[in-house]
């Protein structure tokens, strides 16, 4: 009895974590594809203020991370919709120093399917005017033009992801596309579906086994 029970039991802690394996092994393929890159739809961005801003805070062990899924790359295109825009990735401190006294709305959640922002907007003094973007030396990628594309290798520290309108002037609108590739997460992806199923064929097999095992039949006693 004891040699079924501990089969049974061996056998679907096997097939539940083979199970979550698989699944989120599957997940990860589906997200990201055979490309490893998760893209998002072409999507309306705007804001009545000097600029959008989005604050990537206290990124850590990004070379750890590197070192077993491949380098984090995010990729940004915005197409400015009523003029030229400007997108920049920089810093925290410096662009914080940059945008000090304008008013600017502050990305606090978004979704992405569907897509939808949550904005919190930072009041500047009312009278301040930015800085032509272009012409900071802070920022670690930026683009600009009617069209303005930015790469970056995620990397530790905090930074900000800012959209502008190229002369710096309020009001800013475009039509945005963000992609996340992470070189490696597909096959990562692939091995987790692969050992996962693994796992649960196992797990399922040991049950099956548990089951058909016989139960062991005591002779009766006889008493003089």
Known sequence: ??????????GVILFVLGAIAAAGGGALMALFGSDSTLTSHDNRVTTHTSALVVAMNDIKDTNGFA????DPTLRVTVRGVEQPVFVGIGPAAAVDQYLAGVPFDKVTDFD??????????QNGNGTAQLAPPQAQTFWTVRSGGVTASVSWKITDGSYRLVLINADASPSVTGDGTFSLRVPHLFP???????????????G????????????ETRAPTVNA
């Open 188 to 202: 990562i992806g692939l091995t987790l579906l692969i050992a996962g199923s693994v796992v649960a064929l196992i």
């Open 1 to 10: 009895m004891a040699k079924r029970v501990i089969l049974i039991v061996i």
């Open 67 to 70: 070192s077993s899924a491949g």
């Open 112 to 121: 992405v399917e569907p897509f939808r922002l949550q904005t919190a907007r």
């Open 204 to 215: 399922i097999a040991l049950v099956v086994l548990g089951a058909r095992t016989p139960t």
